[in-house]
C-alpha cells in the first residue's frame, strides 16, 4: 500500500524567509503523481503545486517549488518569501488511482 | 466558473441514524470524490464516482455509500451513524482523468452524539 509521511507536525517561518516541508511516500510504482494542498482555516483544500513522477524537473508555481527526488522517494515543498496568507495546514498527496495524503504539517508564518 | 459546493455546511446526528450529504462539481468535471477528514487518521479516501459509476473505493465499511446522477452531482450516504464517523467530509471534484488534480468544497462538518 502507498503511503505518505510528513514527519513535521508544526513548522514556522518569518515572514518574508524561506521554508521547507518536508514529505516521503512509499510505493512500488514508477508513475504516479505528487501533490502539496493547502488547508486554511476556511477548511477549503486549495492546490498548490503538481509534479508527474515521470518528468525529472521539479514543479515550480511561483514562490513555490519542490524538491522531487524519485529514488529517495521524496518531495519537499519549499515556500519563498513568506507571506502571512501562507500559514495553514499543507498536505502532501500521492495519486496513483486514488489519492492517499499525509498527515499534515501546520505551517506557523510570524510578522 | 462556481466551485465545488456541499451541503450543508453542519450537520448534527445522534447514534443510529443515517445521513445523506451532498456534493455539486464544478461544471464540467465528470469525477467527484470524497474523502473523510478526522485529526486522528487524517484525510482518508472514501470513494470516487466517474460518469455514474464508482471507479475507486477507499477501505471503509458499508455503511457509506455513495452515488453520482447524470449532472454529476453526487451523495454520499452514512447509515447507522456511529461515533467516530464524527468528521469533516470533503468532496472534490475533477475534469476526470486519473491523474486530474482535485478542486475541493468547503466539507461537511457531521457530529454524532
Known amino acids: 500500500a502507498q503511503t505518505v509521511t510528513q514527519s513535521q507536525p508544526e513548522m514556522s517561518v518569518q515572514e518574508a524567509e524561506t521554508v521547507t516541508l518536508s514529505c516521503t511516500y512509499d510505493?512500488?510504482?514508477?508513475?504516479?503523481?505528487l501533490f502539496w494542498y493547502k488547508q486554511p482555516p476556511s477548511r477549503q483544500m486549495i492546490l498548490v503545486i503538481r509534479?508527474?513522477?515521470?518528468?525529472?524537473q521539479n514543479a515550480t508555481e511561483n514562490r513555490f517549488s519542490v524538491n522531487f527526488q524519485k529514488a529517495a522517494k521524496s518531495f519537499s515543498l519549499k515556500i519563498s518569501d513568506s507571506q502571512l496568507g501562507d500559514a495553514a495546514m499543507y498536505f502532501c498527496?500521492?495519486?496513483?488511482?486514488?489519492?492517499?495524503f499525509g498527515a499534515g504539517t501546520r505551517l506557523t508564518v510570524k510578522p | 466558473k462556481a466551485g465545488v459546493t456541499q451541503t450543508p455546511r453542519y450537520l448534527i446526528k445522534t447514534r443510529g441514524q443515517q445521513v445523506t450529504l451532498s456534493c455539486s462539481p464544478i461544471?464540467?468535471?465528470?469525477?467527484v470524490s470524497w474523502y473523510q477528514q478526522t485529526p486522528g487518521q487524517g484525510l482518508q479516501f472514501l470513494f470516487e464516482?466517474?460518469?455514474?459509476?464508482?471507479?475507486n473505493k477507499g477501505n471503509f465499511p458499508g455503511r457509506f455509500s455513495g452515488r453520482q446522477f447524470s449532472n454529476s452531482r453526487s451523495e454520499m450516504n452514512v447509515s447507522t451513524l456511529e461515533l467516530g464517523d464524527s468528521a469533516l467530509y470533503l468532496c472534490?471534484?475533477?475534469?476526470?482523468?486519473?491523474?486530474?488534480?482535485?478542486?475541493f468544497g468547503n466539507g461537511t462538518r457531521l457530529t454524532v452524539t
Open positions: 472534490a471534484s475533477s475534469l476526470g482523468p486519473i491523474n486530474s488534480p482535485l478542486h
Open positions: 510505493t512500488s510504482e514508477s508513475d504516479y503523481y
Open positions: 509534479q508527474e513522477a515521470y518528468k525529472q
Open positions: 498527496a500521492y495519486m496513483k488511482n486514488d489519492m492517499r
Open positions: 461544471s464540467g468535471h465528470r469525477s
Open positions: 464516482y466517474f460518469s455514474e459509476t464508482q471507479r
